[in-house]
């Protein structure tokens, strides 16, 4: 099984961005979508697979903040 998650874009530098996960700074390899600042991408091994709705990554954030609860 693959896991995508959720992070907000920061900056952008070409085909590189780097994206906050809850605080993280991460690069991340934006080729395959077009983010601009502020919007949310779905990260999956290094690389934004989908531009998504902040609704909609938020409720995959809090998914995984009360999986992490129950652990």
């Known amino acids: 099984m693959c896991v995508a998650i959720p992070g907000r874009v920061t900056e952008i ?3 590189t961005a ?16 077009d983010p ?8 999956h091994a290094g690389c934004a697979i989908e531009v998504m709705e902040k609704e909609q990554a938020q409720e995959i954030i809090d998914l995984f903040a009360d999986l992490e609860d129950l652990a």
């Open 13 to 15: 530098d070409g085909s």
């Open 18 to 33: 780097k994206v906050d996960f809850n605080g993280n700074s991460v690069s991340v390899n934006v080729g395959l979508v």
């Open 36 to 43: 601009k600042v502020g919007q949310y991408v779905l990260v």
